[in-house]
């Protein structure tokens, strides 16, 4: 079993990409070389060096620090959105698949109208409303998640509703409760975890970018969209800076790419 | 006259790193304008014997040895703009599933006009009149309207006429028909097969009938030639060997045609299965495990093809050392 | 016909649905409009004026009604940080936006076909599986990003285009083009990317059908058989992925248009949101989805004109 998923390039590259995020992950929690937010007037814009493995930035801030304290938020962002996400796009997908009928026809017109919009919109709609904040943002994005997670729940409960073993179960006299969670949503866990996987790089790319913007993380938090646009403001002191954070970011959305890709690679066949 | 020969020909098949022979020193000869049936069940080979003549072969497959030789030009040294001038205008062949056969996209007066533009120059007018004409010849109605038409608007038998009339329209020299009928109404089947008679005697081309349905083969063709597991087993000429079969796997194949004096009798199969492409074994006669009279050398010793009685034959059972 | 009405309802639906969303969304904002415009301590007769200028005394009701029948007619309220009209603000910034997505597209339809028809014909040998991890890459870098990056090349580096700045077609066509090429490109590379991924796939898949076979059995050769035959059907299910691309583009454009400093919408709507600009932010969102609903359909609309099956039924 498990050599099938480590004969599969997707999943390997994409797996290492997600445990060195990780294992930085671990690292900043452990040993941040430096505090993130702590200016240095007289130090700006230093070169990498064994001091400051990256440098440091225009207020004179240990630019490794800020990475690895981003990949905190990043994390955070992306493991809250995909996980309320999930809870209730599956939930509601599981009882739209199910049941189907007019809750089926409500809430599918609903996601429909959802999906409609590009992320960013609703992101921005709902920062407009509740503000920034990261527990906000986690929620914009989750919200630009649940229509995913809706439909390919929905569209495995139809499917596997109808067939015999379900039958079977039912004529046992299980009731629709135990077929939906016990019976029926165990068989969707693969595409659900590549959709989590997806998902989470979706999310990690929409946080950037709204953070690139300023609606995002906001100071003390760090967060590489942030910096990418702090960075711009000095391409001509210091272009190091700019490649640094948006290399992360690719990293880390090509790093779940590839590992959902991989994981429904292996388990469509 | 020979208008083909094949001599030699093996052909291997590579499934995950490993080589398989699927066709194994296939010797053939094709008479001109005749009907020769290509029997044998699924997996033999057939259709992969097919694909080789028209140099079509999948990717896994390559052709190992031997040669096909067409009018004296062997046609697997041919390059393949050469082998493209020669496919559906000297040779042209018909598929057996005629709901995939054609591009749903397309206009099937087009794709019948495709046929004739890619071999011959001719002016628009000419080149529509034409199309009709094989329409009508193939026994299509209303064609004009039918020529505007796209694939999913006809029935399965109507768009085998179409790929028929593709396969025609070039008066090609040699035909090869793929199970033309097999996933066709029974209904169907009698009058593509009559219409396919009909055209090969007006048009003097030669016909390579494959199929496995014998009652057929009696009917249309006037040689056979029997495939079992990548070999040719048994040929000659389709009264002869319908009449009396030498090799026991052509004597199990008749034997197992239902017919209407078995009544109430058990219906007669031969035991076992045609092995995997992975599972046969080089030794011995492929078809040692299903025969009912196999010798001790059988499970060893492979035969040959000899000719015996106007007909070649591959048993060691027959054709001298054992009769 | 069946299947246009059914999709006109759909629509219909759909848009009802925006709107009340994108309405009830912003009643629940909490603060009020007029603070926000006035200030906390601001007489109290003036509150009252703004209020009713505002509409804000009315019934929840009746001012969807009338934001909604506003809409229709192109009378969307001022912008609170600017105090002009939003139709104007909108007048303005579409062009840019318009030119920027429909730059990009081109881009991204010229460089697909012929990358995925490369990838298609090398797919397993090493340059296919090393130009596919490209794609890859291109899909999971960010927009933003790859416009810094060419900032940082092209412009700083080389001189050879603006970093910035949006150059009207009114003051000469070079500049224009000029004006929009990098941020073109930044949203073209994601979109090709996940276009070739998705061509490729459809192309191969065909090259392995039987009619691809009955085709070349007619002596078509494989190049012609690819062109004439495969394309099509390959490139039929992408008009799909195509109005996804559009609004993609559209939701690209956005971030893009703050990286190079074009006044176009989603550099409007970006202000509104920083600027708490309800208003503006309201209606132009609305619009935007609405956009994006009629695209998707003019896709679903195309589909079933050029396929045949579904036409012909």
Partial sequence: MLKKYLGNKNFVIGASLVMFLLLLLIYSFINLPYDPNKMDTSNTFLRPSPSHIMGTDNFGRDIFSRILKGSQSAFLVGIAAVGISMIIGVFLGAVSGYFQGWLDKIISVIMDAEMAFPGVILALIFITVFKNGIFNIAMALAIMTIPRFFRITRSGFMQIKEMDYIAAAKARGASDFRLMFLHILPNITSSLIVTASLGFSTAVLSEAGLSYLGLGIQPPDASWGKMLFEAQSYLLIQPWYAVIPGTMITLMVLGFNLLGDGIRDVTNH | ?323 | MKYALKKIVTIASTLLVISLLTFGVFQILPGNPVDIILGVDADPLQVKALTQQLGLDLPLGQRYISWITGILKGDMGNSIRYQVPVEQLLKQSLPVTISLTLMSMLITLIVVVPVSIFLAKHNNKKVGVLISFIMQIGIAIPSFWVGILLVMFFSVTLHWLPSGDYSPLSQGFLNYIRSLLLPSLSIAIGSSAVVIRYLKTTILDNMNMDYVRTARSKGVARNKVLYKHVLRNALLPTITILGMLIVNALGGSIIVENVFNLPGTGHLVITGVANRDFPLVQSVVFYLAATVVFINLITDLLYAIIDPRIRLT
Avoid: W
């Fill in chain 2, 1 to 323: 006259m020979t208008k083909l020969k094949i001599e030699n020909l093996s052909v291997d098949i590579k499934n995950k790193n490993q080589k398989h022979k699927a066709l194994d020193d296939i010797n053939i000869e094709i008479e001109s304008e005749k009907i020769t049936a290509l029997v044998g069940e699924s997996g033999c080979g057939k259709s992969l014997l097919s694909l080789s003549i028209m140099g079509l072969l999948p990717e896994a497959a390559s052709i190992a040895a031997g040669s096909i030789v067409f009018d004296n030009i062997n046609l697997l040294q041919l390059r393949e703009k050469e082998m493209d001038s020669i496919r559906g205008n000297k040779i042209s062949m018909i598929f057996q599933e005629p709901m995939t056969a054609l591009n749903p996209l397309m206009k099937v007066g087009e794709q019948i006009e495709e046929a004739l533009l890619t071999h011959k120059k001719t002016p628009r007018k000419e080149v529509k009149e034409q199309v009709l004409d094989i329409m009508n010849r193939v026994g299509l109605s209303r064609v004009k309207q039918l020529y505007n038409d796209f694939p999913h608007q006809l029935s399965g038998g109507m768009k085998q006429r179409i790929v028929i009339a593709m396969a025609l329209i070039n008066k090609p020299e040699l035909i090869i028909a793929d199970e033309p009928t097999t996933a066709l109404d029974v209904t169907i089947q009698y009058q593509i097969l009559e219409m396919l008679r009909k055209l090969n005697q007006e048009m003097g081309s030669t016909l390579l009938l494959i199929s496995h349905d014998l009652g057929v083969v009696n009917e249309l063709c006037s040689n056979i030639a029997v495939m079992y597991a990548g070999k040719i087993v048994e040929e000659g000429s389709s009264e002869s060997i319908l009449k009396t079969p030498k090799h026991p796997y052509t004597q199990g194949l008749i034997k197992s045609v239902p017919r209407f004096s078995q009544k109430n009798q058990k219906l007669y199969s031969i035991p076992g299965m045609l092995a995997p492409l992975n599972k046969r074994t080089s030794q011995g006669c492929a078809f040692a495990k299903r025969c009912p009279d196999t010798l001790k050398e059988c499970y060893i010793k492979s035969p040959d093809l000899r000719e015996i009685d106007g007909r070649k034959v591959s048993c060691l059972r027959v054709g001298g050392d054992n009769e």
